[in-house]
């Protein structure tokens, strides 16, 4: 994925240029979790949407539930001046699993939850426990930490207050991908930002493919317990 192609007119905005914690004013630039539709990877036959399912939107502390965009030094986090998200983290990351559940064969209605009341007896129902980049001052590589789950619910519409059953729950990065969305030695400040944008493009491949394959086994699950 070419930067030219994912600045923030497009569907797959990533980051363009220019994120920065300081420096000269410059245009504000957006960056999405949002990398498209994953290769389907259901093979159930067209005409075979029978399942519904609510899609609630992530849960995630105070300091990630705004578009601004985390840098972490040791106890500290800062906000890059010029670069945002497109979106609080926990719409965007909602807009994937959203997609991803409509791509698949298996969903009549997806529906997207603002919070409130649904009327919906299965649920997808993540939290963000942290998102943020960091960086190595002596080996001058950046990281971006991404650290959170998505669960799948049953609950009864009948009950008000219902909590649910937890039938399944997923972290959001793929088990043993944890902590590998990292740059080579970044040397200078205006190679920053494209290193960002490569550890973004990257985490949402991943989420992407990651999403497919949620969506897929959530579906699994729900057919079977109907």
Known sequence: MRLAAVCVATTLG??????SVGGESRPMEFLTLDAGSAPRVDGAPAGAKTLRVVVERFRAPEIYEDARIGWREGARIQHFKFCRWAGPPSELLQQVFVRALQD???FEHVERSAGGRSDSEFSLAGEIDAIYFTNSATAGQWELRLEGFIRLVRQDPAKRGDPGTVMAE???????????FVTGAVTGDDAIPK???TMVEAVAAHLRDRSALIAKEAAERIAAAR
């Open 195 to 197: 290193a960002l944008s």
């Open 104 to 106: 698949t064969a298996r």
């Open 14 to 19: 990533v980051v363009a240029a220019g994120c």
């Open 170 to 180: 997923w972290p959001l990065v793929e088990p043993g991908k944890e902590g590998s």
